[in-house]
């Protein structure tokens, strides 16, 4: 047989196994569930089912999903986070009591232990770890406003951990003793392109609501290895300082408040509310806009800086703003959007620097993550965090980033692969999931509908410039909105729910978005696809320099037909049959 025919024959052959391996490790019909190889897709829009209610209110705090259920001493709040590596697992808790009122007096952190005991067997804890506390003050000097000083807030590293590994763990202080009942954790995989977690699960902008509630619920039920969030945690800031009712538009509720108030009380009643998810399971978090929480003197970030533990030191970041670590064969990068992300700043030399000592033959997978998206076609902050996407898109695309989650859109949408707005082949996925079920509401509108196109001016983001531009290409040419669904909007849903992504391998993985109400029928995906990274094709040593770009880069569309994509595909099976088989096509 020619040597051609050998190749026809072995291409056909990987193709099938590449579908079986699929079908086997996902145990679902390929055939059922798209792939990115077969994008760009023809945009999709569902729009807001009229049976549903567009929100909630928040549940209140003497929900018994909400109320302490422990007396002073004793560790609540507990939640888990990784470290970079899987040798290390971060354990934090809240001790004591919080206080609200006119006058207050913070907690002596040091009057109770941070101690945590464990093991790998139930009942035994062959190993001690000690850490640190903290307390914080959110402070209204005005008339009518109350103050507040949380509990004693402990956050211990456990170190010499083994990967892959269940570690079963207590908290508190055994010299009062006050120590909490026993939960268990397992490690992350060791670094490598063959072991991944099972299934990660990716919410946004959740808040307390009853929509919260299922989302939280849902979750649960499709049991997670991991939990990234990626900000609008508490929505404590839709509240005056005296509590009472929250409000869906804090401004249009309270326009007298002479300051954006919290009633810090919801961040405790949070922290309950998640703890029987996130002590077990660790929760990586972002900050977003709702997290600012301004208080005088330009303080502000005060709750998500002290209640949460992240990997910042570990992965020389420094900043709790912007971070990164590992999980298996995926290195996720955290950005921040309401701290400098200019090319001149600290946070994006610290990213040149993360992406640079990126294996990618250990971490075959590079995951981005921070608050608003950069691509967006609702009317709800459309175009907010043009800056952002100027300073720093160019250097994702560069080090090829394969996937982009956001929050901050209250609604679901997943993007065709994109850059600079141009249809992109080597360009990230970039989804948004802010449908988590807070108070605020679903976004329903969209900037394309008729007469719901925002004026240029509008959606000023809460931290940096406004960088808003016309379209100078493509369908959208000289104009601010498309006239439809943009070409790199492959599906949008007004819906509440959360992601869950399974990395099959090094290839290939399974996104599945989970609307809320479907918790409740059959539970069928309400979006799904094979996210399939392309190496050979999308190289970042192949198809740019090793130099970083110097700012943002204008390109024009590329235009791609689909025999082109094909061909493509078809030179990158090829090169891994000549490698693997040793023929040479003459």
């Known amino acids: 047989m020619a040597a051609r025919e050998v190749l026809t024959h072995l291409i056909a052959i990987l193709v099938l196994a590449q579908a079986a391996a699929v079908m086997a490790v996902t145990g679902q019909s390929r055939s059922a569930i ?25 549940m209140p705090m003497d929900h018994p999903r909400l109320k302490k259920n422990v007396t002073s001493l004793f ?11 899987p040798s290390s697992m971060w354990v934090s808790w809240i001790t004591g009591d919080a206080q609200i009122g006119k006058k207050v007096m913070p907690l002596d952190p040091s009057s109770v232990a941070s101690e945590v005991r464990y093991g790998t067997e139930s009942g035994k804890y062959a190993s001690q770890q000690d850490g640190v506390s903290a307390v914080y003050s959110q402070l209204y000097p005005f008339e009518g406003l109350l103050n507040y000083t949380s509990g004693i807030v402990h956050h211990v590293r456990l170190e010499g951990l083994e990967p892959g ?13 006050a120590m909490s009942d026993e939960y268990s954790f397992k490690t992350m995989p060791s670094r490598s392109p063959n072991a991944y977690p099972s299934r990660i699960a990716v919410i946004g902008d959740l808040g307390l609501t009853s929509n919260s509630s299922t989302t939280i619920d849902h979750v649960i039920k499709n049991d997670p290895d991991l939990v990234l969030m990626v900000g609008d945690l508490s929505y404590a800031n839709q509240y005056l300082t005296t509590g009472g009712q929250g409000a869906s538009c804090f401004s249009c509720s309270f326009p007298e ?18 703890e029987p998810l996130t002590s077990r399971v660790p929760m990586m978090v972002i900050e977003g806009n709702h997290e600012i929480e301004p208080q005088v003197d330009g303080i502000t970030f005060q709750s998500y800086l002290t209640r949460f533990a992240v990997p910042s030191e570990e992965s020389r970041s420094n900043s709790s703003f912007y971070y990164s670590f590992n999980a298996g064969g995926v290195h996720f990068i955290m950005l921040g959007a309401y701290v400098d992300y200019n090319i001149t700043g600290a946070q994006y030399s610290w990213l040149i620097d993360d992406l640079h000592r990126v294996d990618r033959s250990l971490t075959p997978w590079v995951v981005a993550a921070w608050h608003p998206p ?18 720093m898109e160019a250097l994702l695309y560069q080090y090829k980033v394969d996937i982009v989650l956001n929050g901050h859109v209250h609604a679901y949408e997943r993007m065709n692969r994109v850059y600079n707005y141009t249809l992109d082949p080597c360009g990230p996925v970039y989804i948004t999931v802010g449908d988590g079920g807070n108070i605020e509401k679903v976004d329903v509108d969209f900037a394309d509908d008729p007469g719901k196109c925002p004026k240029p001016e509008d959606n000023k983001p809460e931290f940096g410039g406004l960088c808003h531009l016309n379209f100078s ?42 609307r809320n109400q479907d918790a409740y029928k059959e539970d069928k995906p309400g979006d799904q696809i094979f996210i399939v990274r392309q190496p050979e094709l999308c190289s970042p040593t192949l198809k740019e320099t ?5 700012g943002p880069q204008e390109s024009e569309p590329a235009s791609q037909s689909a025999t082109a994509i094909l061909s493509s595909k078809m030179m990158w099976l090829t090169s891994s049959l000549v490698a693997s088989f040793g023929i040479v096509a003459r």
């Not at 560790?75 to 590596?85: C, G, H, V, Y």
């Not at 669904?485 to 391998?505: C, D, K, M």
């Not at 090793?546 to 110097?550: E, H």
């Open 257 to 274: 408040a002479p300051i954006r108030e919290t009633y810090q009380p919801r961040w405790d009643g949070w922290g309950r509310f998640m």
């Open 75 to 85: 560790p609540e709040q507990i939640s888990l986070a990784l470290s970079t590596d």
């Open 546 to 550: 090793s130099d970083p770009p110097q």
């Open 34 to 58: 798209p792939t990115t190889l077969e994008g760009p897709f023809q945009p999709i829009t569902r729009r807001f089912d009229p049976s549903l209610r567009l929100g909630s209110d928040d």
């Open 165 to 177: 590994t269940t570690y079963y763990y207590k908290c508190g202080d055994s010299s009062v003793p």
């Open 374 to 391: 950069w691509y967006n076609s609702y009317t709800s902050h459309y175009q907010e965090f043009e800056c952002m996407r100027q300073e």
């Open 473 to 514: 290409s493509g369908p959208a040419k000289g104009k601010f909105c498309w006239s439809k669904q943009p070409e790199w909007s492959a599906y949008r849903e007004s819906s509440f729910g959360h992601g869950t992504l399974e990395i099959v391998n090094s290839t290939y993985a399974l996104w599945t978005w989970h």
